[in-house]
Structure formats: structure tokens, C-alpha cells
């Protein structure tokens, strides 16, 4: 069986298992978990007799079949007594991982007057005469919907609203915890743009930005598009400029690191969903020259009649001027940088010696990239990372946070320009990314960001 990556895991459980206390007892548990492919997490120590020592030990595994398979061999062996096991995922998102709590405290009952009737109708007599300070007092000015149909979620695929909402609330809390962003996550039954639009249209006086999370291309442009035309708010897709924003950030740095030039870097870029054209627009916007966007029937050029629709249409008169054709095999030769947002395990190790000399390599598709990063360092690549590393959590703090700051109406290019050099600039010396567990660093991403939205400021 292969060996199992820690962080590209399906399934997480904690086991707790009673083991004879003697050297070596351990070792032995841990040298079967590896024998079938599975990964060694946490382990903790929980209780402790003369005789024997129980453990609680997360173990990662790929799929159900491997966990059974596992457990059914841990338990046959002698002298270890498995006694629980536990789903150390479900068990983290029991009850949701958010909750809408107050910012005041009501314990007396004058406290209470003032927060509700009769005081709270002065707050409301004054933004009906000043309708512009609704956001200061009121939560608007510091509350973010996150919508989402379920339909493209992470790299699980159409999943449904239900399913989706652990993503949300996910995103919710990384918000709240790196900007002190309150969100409301909101899930829509439908794969209509004009439903989806409507409903978020109507209820868009109780939010300061709007961002859709996860609904499939090219759904998803049609959504952005018609709704930022209707709103007065930011409408901030995160699969797309969140990537696009740290991806830019990350072709910064590493092409200082290898002594490259944007302007003279070939770049090939697979998938051709919400990512890959939010990414190609915002390298092409930068100064970036030679672009070729693969889908699944190969490269995408001016004039190609399989497989289009009006957005690859639109980026192909954008793109791959010299008009290559061919698999993405073949366009990936003698090009500098590969950048995935597609599928697992689409680029070979040969392909990516075919490239030219110190190559870079992003390969993001989660949660098991097109290749992984040993594989493309060991084939020549100068810099390999997957979606661990170069991910859209490092940008879409700091870019909500600095929009809600400036008071914006929309996300425009300098602001993700703004946080995507920050964030370069704020990467260890041989590093291409930051911390993202820095709070600082979402910080200085804010600031850039709500100066490049309003310079007077």
C-alpha cells in the first residue's frame, strides 16, 4: 500500500488503546500502523496503572477500507486492547463551529433598557436621519455573508448546501479569528444565477461584503458578475481572487528567488474552472506575458471548437498567442512555471524535467495535487508547494478585513495587487509564503489593502 500523506487525509480518528508498559511495547503499535500505510498523529498520554499505560493516538487514514483494514489488524495484536475509537473530525464540528453572540452585556435592567426598548429607538431615529451610519452602529460594518450552493466545495465537488456548510463555517472562523470578522454563512438550494443573485440582492443591507464560496464555473462568474452590478458592497468570489491573489504572491518571491522576470516567464496553468481564469486574469493584469490555460481536452487557443464556452473564448484572446496546441504534456515543455488548480496526479516527473531549467512549480489541487512537491523537486524543479502552502487563507483575511476598513464598494485589482506584494514581502528569506498562524501578517495585508482601496485615507 503507499504511503499515506498526513495532510491530504479523508478520514482522522483517535484511537485509545491500553498497552503493557515495557520498552518496545509502543514501537510495536506504531510499527503496524505503518505497515498499512497509515500516518501517526497526536499522541497523549491518559492514563497510567503498574502494568500498563492507555494512550489516546490520532491516526490519519485515506479512505474507510484502509481505516478498517488497520483497525482490524491493530486489534489482533496480542498484548494491546483497543478501547475506542473515535472520529476526532466529527467530534471537533459537533454542535457547528460558530455561534452569533452579543458584544454587550444586559444584567441590569437599566443595561437592558438601553440595548432594547426603549433606548435602542434613539439608535433607530438616528440612522433614519443619518442612514450612511448604519454601519457604525449597527453589526453591519463588520459582518460578512458567506453564500455558497454547494456545488464546487473544496475537492469534494457538488456536494449540496448541507455538506458545504462545514466549509463555511470553517471560513467563518478564520475570519473571526485572523481579521475579528463576524460572518454569516448562508446556503442557496439552486444552481440559477438570477435565483442566486435575487436572493442575495435582498438580503444584501445586512452585510458589508458579500463573498460566494464554492459554487461551480461558470456559474460562479455569472453570480459574481450580475450581483456586483446590483450591490453597493464588495462581491468577493474567494476560489477565485483569494487564490489568484496568494498564487501572484507566491510567483512573486519565487521568481526572485530564482532570479526570473515576469515578463519573460512562460507559464502553463491547468484548470480551466473559477481558479484558473481568476488566475490567469490577475498574472496577465500584473505584467505577466505568456500564458497557456489547459482544460482536459489540452490547451486552450484563439479558434479552438471542442469543449469552449463564452469565459474560455473571452481568455483566449488573451492567452497563448503563439496558439500551441496539444495535452498538457506537451504545452508543459520548455516552460518556466506550472501552476495546478485542477485534479491529482496529472503531471509526471518527466514532465516536469521537460521544462526549462529550475522550474516552478505550484501544484494546488487539494486535497492530493497534480504532483506532489518532493516528486517535482526531485525531477528539477527549483521551487515545488501544493495547496498547504500556497493557499487562499493567506489572503482573504487580510483582503476583507482592509475592504471593511475602507468602507469599499468593490475589490478592484490594486487592492489584490497591494496584498499579494505584501505578503511576498512579508516571506521568511528563503521562504515563498508567510505564516499564516502569524495574526500580523493578516494585519499588514488589511492595511495594504484598505490604503490601495482609499489612498486619501
Not at 471560513?171 to 443573485?197: F, H, Q, T, W, Y
Not at 531549467?357 to 515545488?384: C, F, H, R, S, T
Request: charged share 25%; aromatic share 6%.
Amino acid at each position: 500500500m503507499p504511503e499515506t500523506e498526513k495532510y491530504s487525509f479523508k478520514i482522522v480518528k483517535k484511537i485509545r488503546v491500553r498497552i503493557h508498559d515495557v520498552p518496545g511495547a509502543f514501537g510495536q503499535f506504531a510499527l503496524e500502523v505503518g505497515k498499512h500505510g497509515a500516518a501517526l498523529g497526536d499522541i497523549t498520554k491518559v492514563h497510567l496503572t503498574s502494568q500498563y499505560i492507555t494512550r489516546d493516538i490520532v491516526v490519519y487514514f485515506d479512505n474507510k477500507k484502509h481505516f478498517s483494514d488497520t483497525i482490524g489488524a491493530l486489534k489482533k495484536l496480542k498484548g494491546y486492547k483497543i478501547i475506542s475509537v473515535e472520529d476526532e473530525v466529527l467530534h471537533i464540528h459537533q454542535g457547528g463551529k460558530i455561534a452569533v453572540t452579543p458584544t454587550v452585556k444586559i444584567d441590569t435592567l437599566n443595561e437592558l433598557r438601553m440595548v432594547y426598548t426603549p433606548g435602542v429607538a434613539q439608535a433607530c431615529n438616528y440612522i433614519i436621519e443619518n442612514p450612511e451610519e448604519a454601519r457604525k452602529y449597527t453589526s453591519i460594518g463588520n459582518t460578512v455573508c458567506i453564500a455558497t450552493n454547494g456545488s464546487a466545495v473544496l475537492g469534494l465537488g457538488d456536494i449540496g448546501v448541507l455538506a458545504g456548510m462545514p466549509v463555511m463555517e470553517g471560513k467563518s472562523v478564520i475570519l473571526n479569528k485572523m481579521a475579528g470578522v463576524s460572518c454569516v454563512p448562508i446556503l442557496i438550494e439552486s444552481d440559477n444565477a438570477d435565483r442566486i443573485v435575487d436572493t442575495l440582492e435582498a438580503i444584501s443591507k445586512t452585510f458589508s461584503v458579500i463573498m460566494i464560496e464554492d459554487i461551480k464555473a461558470p456559474l460562479c462568474f455569472e453570480v459574481e458578475e450580475k450581483l456586483q452590478e446590483k450591490v453597493s458592497i464588495p462581491v468577493f468570489h474567494d476560489d477565485q481572487h483569494g487564490t489568484a491573489t496568494v498564487i501572484l504572491a507566491s510567483l512573486i518571491k519565487a521568481l526572485d528567488l530564482v532570479n526570473k522576470q515576469k515578463v519573460k516567464a512562460h507559464i502553463v496553468i491547468s484548470g480551466a474552472g473559477a481558479a484558473g481564469m481568476a488566475v490567469c486574469k490577475i498574472l496577465l493584469e500584473y505584467g505577466f506575458k505568456y500564458i497557456i490555460i489547459c482544460d482536459r481536452k489540452g490547451a486552450i487557443y484563439k479558434g479552438r471548437m471542442g469543449n469552449m464556452n463564452i469565459y474560455k473564448k473571452a481568455i483566449a484572446e488573451l492567452t497563448n498567442k503563439d496558439k500551441e496546441k496539444g495535452s498538457l504534456e506537451e504545452v508543459m515543455k520548455r516552460k518556466d512555471i506550472f501552476i495546478g488548480v485542477s485534479a491529482p496526479n496529472l503531471v509526471s516527473k518527466d514532465m516536469v524535467r521537460d521544462m526549462n531549467k529550475d522550474p516552478i512549480v505550484l501544484a494546488l489541487a487539494n486535497p492530493v495535487p497534480e504532483i506532489w512537491p518532493k516528486d517535482a523537486l526531485e525531477a528539477g524543479a527549483a521551487i515545488a508547494l501544493d495547496g498547504r502552502t500556497v493557499n487562499n487563507c493567506l489572503a482573504f483575511p487580510g483582503i476583507i478585513r482592509g475592504a471593511l476598513d475602507a468602507c469599499a464598494s468593490k475589490i478592484t485589482y490594486p487592492m489584490k495587487f497591494k496584498a499579494a506584494e505584501t505578503l511576498a514581502a512579508l516571506a521568511g528569506k528563503h521562504e515563498v509564503t508567510p505564516n499564516f498562524m502569524n495574526p500580523g501578517v493578516h494585519k499588514k495585508v488589511a492595511e495594504a489593502v484598505r490604503r490601495a482601496a482609499d489612498p486619501a485615507r
